[in-house]
């Protein structure tokens, strides 16, 4: 699983986001920047294909 995966299938489950960041950080290991940015770099994709 990568990190855009549970991003995607948390979000669909209506999680807040900083439950999704909390989620991120202890599956993958990441710091908080790091799953931020993951996070960040989901809703650029998102908001690219809404356009």
Not at 8 to 18: A, T, V, Y
Request: hydrophobic share 35%.
């Amino acid at each position: 699983m990568e990190p855009m995966d549970l991003i995607r299938d948390k979000f669909s489950q209506d999680c807040s986001i900083e439950t999704v960041l909390h989620l991120v950080m202890e599956h993958f290991g990441l710091s908080r920047e790091e799953a931020q940015a993951e996070i960040d770099g989901y809703f650029e994709i998102v908001e690219g294909y809404s356009k």
